[in-house]
């Protein structure tokens, strides 16, 4: 088999809520691509809340997916107050323990140590199932369909997804990456941590702990890398048969905020559980190899954006989309051709070359009757006269005399066998012969054009029906005539009896002669007994035919049934179709699709069938009988409608169009097409803006300069995409030699073209939002680390998130505070600085206690300060005494109010610059001065106390 899907082992592991959301979408993003799950590919869901398991995301074709089963692990720890043992969890705070009696009822509740005693609790078990898992991942690769998959590799990826906000992601995290580390360590692990901003912003009431969550987790992880990297003591990670360790458990951690960086805000889970779901998807396709080798061991291999002290272990990272739904409009132009067909089918008019008998159902009708010989109105007698012929009834043979005369014309008149026996026999026949008829006709009528073929048949049948009712009436009008006049025909054959008797007793023998008289008399009688025999024959093929008429109707009720059956059910299929339509139309509307752009969504909604292509008899000959009434069962008459429209012409061209053939046409107009691309570059901006505080990189440059931005574009040909032509894609992204961009060719993607964008590395402090997790983290009534014995050892350590470079905050604090309280001062094109009341500091130009200094620039100046001003010990002794009067002076309140004031109105009331900061923000010559401010106002924001 050409073209094998080509995919990298890959363990899914989603932690918690957040984690299980990303887990999940990636799951659906497989089976909506390749049909199924694909062996190598595993999905596993931990929580504590078992509640979260029940999560389930719609899928195109209007099924659900959800983890199954063998894919949940429920972190349960029924009453952990009564387990607790401080000697036993020594790792526990004591100010988090009585958060542990909410545990086993509603999950971790945004407690770290919480999640973290789940997997203390279960951990043999624990440890045991994900062993398995990871094995039975494996045992998967070797089972694989080799003509249909392909593998990339052996050993699989493990992508560790979770926030580092509420309880079971942030609290199990550490643990289950050491855990995965000690069962499968030649395997990359690669962790994606979702930060706070998008749940304050979902809930702002009920998401006090979220952020201190998230510094308390950051800080743990870049504690632990200072331990890998910088060979500390190792830490004890309890859960661990060898539960000494030094080494940091991730092979990369990707961070995920909800703000880009153009400034567009995220405000719900779901849509960065999708941007990180099309990551995931990514790095197992043929892209994998491309994606995992940015991703991996970039802290050991990259120092280059390491600032001081600080290794950057931490990388930003965005996907989008761009997708051309083609198997979409297909089913959409099937679905709305099954419907035009449905519509032909129950028209109520024929559509004819000419007008003739064939479009009015009553002349059908009418014709259908003379043609079945049942006509029994408008002086028409034919199906009573194919019963018996009365006038072949012969009048009666035998010999009569006066004694014999009554009881032979009795016998005579009652004995009608004969005719009964014929009336039967042609009854029989007349009944098949009629519905094979009215079969024929339902048949030819149902299968004949492409209009009209239930409407009109079931008029046809209407009509036939009314009009049989007409005969039934007007047989039992007759037959009520005919029996009214037995009497009359009986007392008629009395009389001429009693005649024959009369003139036998020779009453009357004087009028004619003897044998003149009794034949005729005889003759009367035998005339008198055909007509009652002529009466009740009347009489009894009307009766028959009420009988045959009454089958016909019968067969008329079955078959309208039959059709009225189908014709409920294809109007039930057309109004499921309807729904269906809309639900494919609108899948990206009920979704939360906000990093995919799809070229189909205004197309798909145009679709319009080509009418020419739906021809009912070409239906009606792929049908097993080649009937319409092999489709009663509504099922069944879906299953064939779709199983025709499928192929239609229309359809398959839909489904042969790539996303390749839409750019082409979206490129007709370069305007149009330049603009869903820059929705899609603004789509795949990266999710952490950082800070660098003012710092340079250790080996020089800011971080901005130093950051590599790569991007992975798989698009399904790389010769024929628009994207990967004339370096059009890359014109459009990439700022200069830093970034890279590599194209990969996966035609299993035909209809998708992914970006995959990775950030190069930084350190945990220059999280652009880290530092507005500070307060609700030094200001929370529990401990927001996972571990107090490692907490406990960061304090000693005196470990800080932030850079420490010697001297530089004690040199921030005298240069801001020296501004703030006029010890230096801009004056006249001048910078000047104070000095204590020495004759040895006095300088003729200058005021009194004041030295002017050689530097005209902000920056200049500073660095004067540092290098010239502060290297005395007098004059350092000098401001540090001036600054702390100062501040003594005002008191606690009024030097807060200060401090406020610093935060908003530092560049305004107080900054000593030759030029305002507008001027240096605006100009691109200020570089440097900018610089040095965004040091001074991240000192006041961050460290001034």
Known sequence: MENKIKLRPSLYIGLGGTGMKAVLNTKKLFIETYGEKPPMIGFLGIDTNVSEFNTTLPLKNGKFVQLDKPERIKLTCDNPVAHYEYKKYKWMPRENVPALRNLSKYGAGQVRTNGRISVFRNKGSFGDRLERDIDALMLATKNIDNNKFELIGTEPDIHLVFSVCGGTGAGTFIDIAYLINEIKDQSSLIGYAVLPGVFKAMNPNNSERVRANAYGSIKDLDYLVSVAMDKLEPVEIGCLKNPQVQKYPFSSMIFIDNTSTSGYTYDDINQLSEVISIGLFASATASGDNINSKAINTLLEDRSTMVENKYAWISGYSAAMLSYRSEDLAKVYSMKSAQQLIQNILSESLKTDKEDVDSDPNKIANIWIDNAKIRENNSHDDLINQLININEIEISNAEIDVDTAKNTMDDYINDKQQYDNQMKIVEQKVRKEVAEQLDELVLKYMNKSNFGNVGTTLLILSHIKSQINIFVEEMESESEKLASKTAGLQSELAMRIKDLEQYANKKFKNLFTKSETYENLYDAIKLAAQEILKNKLEIARRGKAKHIFGNILIKIEETTTTIETLQLNLKSVENELTEKISRTQN??????????????????????????????????????????????????????????????????????????????????????????????????????????????????????????????????????????????????????????????????????????????????????????????????????????????????????????????????????????????????????????????????SSDEYYVKMSGTTHNNVYSEFIDKVLINDDIRKHFESSIDKEISKMGDDKWDELKNDLKQNYATKYLQCHISYRTMKAGIGYKDILSLYNKEKYYIDNKLV
Not at 617 to 636: C, E, V
Not at 709 to 738: I, Q, T
Not at 795 to 823: C, R, S, T, Y
Request: hydrophobic share 35%; aromatic share 10%.
């Open 587 to 844: 899948y990206n509307e009920n979704s939360l699709k906000n990093f995919e752009i799809d070229l189909a969504e205004n197309e798909i909604k145009a679709v319009i069938p080509n009418h020419s292509e739906i021809i009912i008899t070409h239906f009606i000959a792929g049908l097993a009988n080649q009937s319409l009434l092999d489709i009663i069962d509504k099922n069944t008459a879906k299953s064939a409608i779709l199983a025709y429209t499928d192929h239609l012409p229309g359809t398959e061209n839909w489904k042969k169009r790539t996303i390749d053939d839409a750019l082409n046409r979206l490129s007709e107009n370069q305007d149009e097409f330049d603009e869903e691309i820059k929705r899609l570059i603004l789509k795949s901006e990266s999710l952490l803006k950082i800070d660098d505080g003012g710092r340079d990189c250790a080996e020089g440059g800011t971080l901005e300069d130093k950051i590599k931005r790569d991007y992975l574009v798989v698009v399904p040909d790389e010769k024929n995409s628009l994207l990967a032509k004339d370096g059009y894609f890359k014109d459009k992204l990439l700022r200069d030699d830093r970034d890279s961009m590599q194209f990969v060719t996966d035609p299993h993607l035909k209809r998708n073209i992914l970006i995959y964008r990775k950030e190069g590395t930084i350190p945990a402090y220059a999280i652009n939002s880290l530092n507005s997790y500070i307060y609700e983290y030094e200001h929370c009534t529990i401990s927001t680390h996972f571990d107090e014995v490692i907490r406990q050892r960061m304090k000693q350590e005196m470990f800080d998130i932030q850079p420490k470079a010697q001297g530089e905050d004690e040199n921030l604090h005298l240069w801001v505070l020296g501004q703030v309280f006029k010890l230096i001062k801009y004056n006249r094109e001048h910078y000047w600085y104070s000095v204590p009341k020495k004759e040895t500091f006095r300088d003729a």
